[in-house]
């Protein structure tokens, strides 16, 4: 259903636009309707809902020259990349206190109860502004923040233009104390559908005061009311019946003892005074009262939370149809009331609050309410014609009929399916049913890739090929970008850096694990999954924003981390969908999920800076979404959907080697000589800590001669002339612990020194081309930015 204010307002409104030389665009929001299972989800059905709306419009007045609609989701489906990017490129400059701003949520210390979603909408409304290309943003006031936020937007990133507001009235409600229409109340606007008896029986009993305060109530049955007409006016005495709270302000009709009384069955109080006492027995009797003193919460114009654009006392909404409606247009007719034109709605409100509550003034109540009835059902009658006459706007009448008859017989039902992106899958169209998934750390806020970093990836990869058939090395390229990895005021350059940041990471990895990559892992970037149905892949990232309100965005950080930025709610809903996607290929039987294990920050000022690795709690909270929510949803429509295992995490003591990736072999062989190896000391142990994490990553062993863990060479100096082979790292730590007798701290770095370099001798060596520009291109970007600060 279509009110007033969107169909005929509106087309007033958009003929200004157009007739100043603008061009305006509609978003018609297709898309967001089938997100919502609108019209039994079927988008065909919504898509006929959507045209029959334009023909709303062009039969309202509106002029179709210059303007413009937009379908929502065939411009998603082509410009997904853009949208969505720009609209991650909007979250990672606003964070959470300011997109909180945009909705009804200001003043509330606690925001737990909030969703996800209601960070998400305001964001995508602001993505809305720039995907198109609006230079003004033409909506009602109650969306000013928004629209506000897109300017603080430019602000933030750089832009020189920015989008101008030019926001419109919000409509009253027809009934006392509404403060805006409402879809769910029929009786607080009049609909563009209403028939004549519709318009007249909603415009004639409509709250219509002529003093700020005043309040209509009914007195009927058991309310009864005394007063004392000595005074003017006259102060309600006695007052029973009504309810009696003074909390509740939204018992508007209540009268009260000390109320003032204005006016009796719409006639001002002065005008009737004579027969009070004869009109107070009749039943059912109107009263108009006011209580003295009692001053109604204004909300300036300035205000964030302010939905009016001047500041308006009397709120009444009569005045309001005569001023926006019938006399909105620049070219509106004259109204005539008892043979005098006028030719303003200000005018008519001068002659109708002329008297006050003493007489009628020109221009009484109901005068002004029939001629808002007669205009309004005028303006109605000419929509009406055009769905009788007009062939095409006939036949989308006749079948939206049709439709809402078959969605209310239940003939049409959103489709039964897990709704996420089901188009994953490995390469050779082969079908695994054990799968691994890892999810690649996100690259630091300065662009570097530490050997730390490449390590800790294969210590997750080789536990994750030990346990499945293949493994999906998922990078969150998109995600990246959006919590300011490789940060940068300029998208592209961010991107292209997130980029080579992945792309660096991979070959390393090749580099020291080829064997293992090739036969065991498939990298996916995320971006390029997304892409291949983005629609539904952002639908099911809002269905999870429904879900998690923001104590569960809270839950899922890693520990000690404070949720601030609407990026870091955005990022967690994209994780969660990746996983779902994940646990939907086809084919699939199991899937382990595998964390990186966490990095160690070095001790003191960090050379390296550290790159982001998931949180378990972030993979704990995705599991439990799919057991929890999407399980049964799957269950019930039949879909395969597998609930993911998450597995421990490799166990060993991490070392902040803190060496970049193209820093060479002399930069790894002053780290190792470097590391702290205090003889006897096996608690606090880096050498011996580096040794289990390569002997984790799988490399440890195929660089001893018989897959030792570690082999001493024998001295006479050192009193042992024999090579010594140990097992692992239980062995190597008892005997260390022993003393310099019997390890020496010197013999020990000597024997991880070559196995070390062993390890990591293939990317230190490196010098393909390729590789070699990708590392300098991080170091010259770490480089402009350090300077830039």
């Known amino acids: 259903r279509m009110h007033i204010a969107q169909g005929i307002f509106k087309a007033i409104n958009v003929n200004k636009c157009t007739a100043a030389g603008g061009t305006f665009k509609f978003w018609v929001a297709d898309w967001f309707a089938l997100m919502n299972d609108k019209m039994g989800g079927n988008l065909e059905i919504i898509q006929d809902v959507g045209k029959y709306l ?20 065939k411009f998603l489906g082509e410009l997904a990349e853009k949208y969505w990017l720009q609209m991650m490129d909007i979250s990672r400059c606003s964070n959470l206190t300011r997109i909180k701003k945009c909705g009804m949520i200001m003043g509330r210390d606690k925001d737990g109860d909030l969703s996800s979603a209601q960070i998400l909408y305001p964001i995508m409304q602001c993505t809305d502004i720039f995907a198109l290309s609006a230079d003004i943003c033409q909506l009602g006031v109650d969306q000013r923040k928004v629209n506000m936020l897109a ?19 919000m409509l009253y409600g027809l009934s006392q104390g509404q403060a805006k229409m409402s879809k ?49 006016p006259p102060v309600i005495t006695a007052a029973s019946g009504f309810k009696d709270d003074d909390d509740d302000e939204d018992h508007v009709d209540e009268i009260k003892v000390g109320d003032l009384l204005l006016a009796v069955n719409d006639e001002p109080i002065g005008e ?10 009749q039943d059912p009797v109107t009263l108009s009262v006011k209580t003295p003193g009692a001053v109604k919460k204004q909300v300036s114009a300035d205000d964030d939370n302010a939905i009016r654009l001047v500041k308006d006392d009397l709120e009444n909404p009569i005045l309001d149809y005569l001023k926006y409606i019938v006399m909105g247009a620049d070219d509106s007719a004259p109204i005539e009331i008892d043979g005098r034109k006028y030719s303003s709605a200000k005018e008519v409100q001068e002659a109708f609050l002329a008297g006050g509550y003493q007489k009628k003034g020109s221009i009484s109540k109901q005068q002004l309410k029939r001629i808002i009835c007669d205009r309004v059902d005028v303006m109605l009658q000419t929509a009406r014609k055009h769905f009788t006459e007009n062939e095409e706007a006939k036949r989308l009448l006749a079948l939206v ?32 049913k054990n799968v691994a998934a890892v999810f690649a750390p996100r690259p630091p806020t300065v662009p570097s890739l530490s050997i730390d970093v490449v390590l800790s990836v294969l210590v997750a990869l080789n536990q994750a090929a030990q346990k499945a058939d293949v493994v999906a090395l998922w990078c969150e390229d998109w995600a990246s970008f959006c919590v300011n990895s490789c940060t940068s005021a300029k998208v592209e350059d961010a991107l292209k850096l997130i980029t080579t940041w992945y792309g660096l990471l991979v070959d390393s990895l090749k580099l020291i694990a080829p064997d293992l990559m090739d036969q065991k892992v498939e990298v996916m970037i995320q971006s390029q999954q997304v892409l291949k149905d983005p629609n539904t892949y952002w639908i099911s990232a809002i269905d999870v924003g429904r879900t998690f309100k923001l104590d569960r965005i809270r839950a899922s950080l890693a520990d000690g981390e404070t949720l601030n930025e609407s990026s870091q709610v955005i990022t967690t ?11 939907a290929m086809r084919g699939i039987a199991n899937l382990t999920v595998i964390p990186v294990p966490p990095l160690r920050v070095a001790d003191g000022p960090a050379v390296v800076p550290t790159a982001r690795v998931l949180s378990v709690n972030m993979h704990m909270s995705a599991k439990d979404y799919i057991a929890e929510t999407i399980i049964p949803k799957a269950n019930a429509c ?41 003889a006897g000391d096996v608690e606090n142990n880096p050498c011996i800590d580096l040794l289990e994490k390569l002997d984790a990553a799988g490399r440890l062993r195929k660089a001893t001669p018989n897959g030792e863990f570690l082999v001493i060479k ?13 097992p692992d790292s239980k062995s190597v730590r008892e005997e260390f612990a022993k003393g310099e007798a019997a390890i020496h701290p010197g013999d020990l770095k000597a024997s991880v020194t070559p196995l070390v370099r062993a390890v990591l001798g293939p990317l230190l060596q490196c010098k393909d081309a390729s590789f070699v520009k990708a590392h300098k291109d991080l170091a010259n970007a770490a480089k402009k930015m350090g300077k830039t600060k």
């Open 638 to 678: 039949g879909d395969s959907i597998v609930v993911p295992e998450l597995a421990p995490i490799a166990a060993f003591t991490d070392v902040a080697f803190d060496v970049l990736v193209g820093d060479g072999e002399p930069a790894v062989n002053g780290k190792v000589k470097k590391l702290y190896c205090l």
């Open 714 to 726: 024998g001295s006479e100096k050192s009193g042992h002339p024999s090579d010594r082979f140990f």
């Open 151 to 169: 300017r603080d937007y430019c602000d933030a990133s750089g832009r020189k233009t920015k989008p101008i507001i030019l926001s419109h009235h």
């Open 401 to 432: 009929e049709s439709h809402k008859k078959d969605i209310k017989e239940g003939k049409v039902k959103p489709a039964k399916t897990v709704r996420c992106l089901k188009t994953v899958s490995f390469s050779g169209k082969k079908d695994y």
């Open 184 to 232: 769910s109340n029929p009786d607080s606007a009049i609909f563009m559908e209403d028939t004549a008896a519709d318009v007249e029986r909603k415009i004639m009993k409509a709250y219509c005061p002529k003093t700020p305060g005043e309040r209509d109530s009914v007195v009927t049955g058991k309310r009864s009311v005394s007063v004392d007409s000595k005074q003017m």
């Open 54 to 73: 334009i023909e709303v419009w062009k039969s309202s007045g509106m002029r179709m020259e210059g303007v413009e609609f937009i379908w929502c989701e």
């Open 573 to 583: 809903l994209t994780c969660v969908s990746d996983l779902l996607a994940l646990s």
């Open 272 to 281: 009737c005074i004579g027969q009070l006492e004869e009109l107070l027995k």
